[in-house]
């Protein structure tokens, strides 16, 4: 399995960001994100049925969706914050795992990308 993560850089507060996973298959795939002296942490998931979990401090800014015709899958990020800076990254299981919000439950992980936002 192989993932592709693609999209990051740097933004102001209130701006927006495009990410994108691109793998070799079909999966469920969530997003991941790690601050410095963080622990990596739940941001959305999606799977094949079109199921979609947010962690709470992305609702309504937030949407995660998928290319299927591409295996992609994407993380529009608008209205980012200063605490949404972090290494962005994508992961995969066959299904959605539970608990969704358990990187540990993911076995299949991309490089991270790095999202700045400034204030």
């Known amino acids: 399995v192989q993932l592709q993560a693609s999209g990051g850089g740097l933004v102001q507060a209130g701006g927006s960001l495009r990410l994108s996973c691109a793998s070799s298959g079909r999966y469920a795939t969530g997003w991941f994100r790690q601050a410095p002296g963080k622990e990596r942490e739940f941001v959305a998931v999606i799977g094949w049925s079109g199921t979609r979990y947010y962690t709470d401090s992305v609702k309504g800014r937030f949407t995660i969706s998928r290319d299927g015709a591409k295996n992609t899958v994407c993380l529009q990020m608008n209205s980012l914050k200063p605490e949404d800076t972090a290494v962005y990254y994508c992961?995969?299981?066959?299904?959605?795992?539970?608990?969704?919000?358990?990187?540990?439950?993911?076995?299949?992980w991309g490089q991270g990308t790095q999202v700045t936002v400034s204030s």
């Open positions: 992961a995969a299981h066959s299904v959605i795992p539970d608990p969704y919000y358990d990187p540990q439950k993911f076995p299949y």
